[in-house]
């Protein structure tokens, strides 16, 4: 099961977006070297182009939601992805409607 829930809604060939990434984002602690675990990379592609390329940190809070909005059609396939500093990766693939 992934952790990334999305919804798309498409309305006159704009698709509006909203991701939930359940992620720790844990910030590294420097007393003990805890590296942290956090994410370091978004991508989301409609219709097999690149439409949002993020690079995050752990500044960004536990279980993100990101909204974005981009040119689509009906039938097109979304695909929303990321990295974390672990080398943990998870993808979301819904097709717009």
Known sequence: ????????????????????????????????????HFIEEVTAEIG????????????ISPNP??????EAEAGENLRISYTDNQGETDSYEMEIS
């Open 65 to 70: 939601l990101i909204e974005f909005s981009a």
């Open 1 to 36: 099961m992934s952790s990334i829930r999305a919804r798309a809604t498409l309305t006159d060939g704009i698709a509006q977006v909203r991701a939930l990434i359940s992620h720790p984002m844990e910030a590294p602690d420097e007393e003990s070297g805890q590296p942290g």
């Open 48 to 59: 097999g182009e690149t439409i949002l390329h993020a690079h995050w940190g752990p500044s």
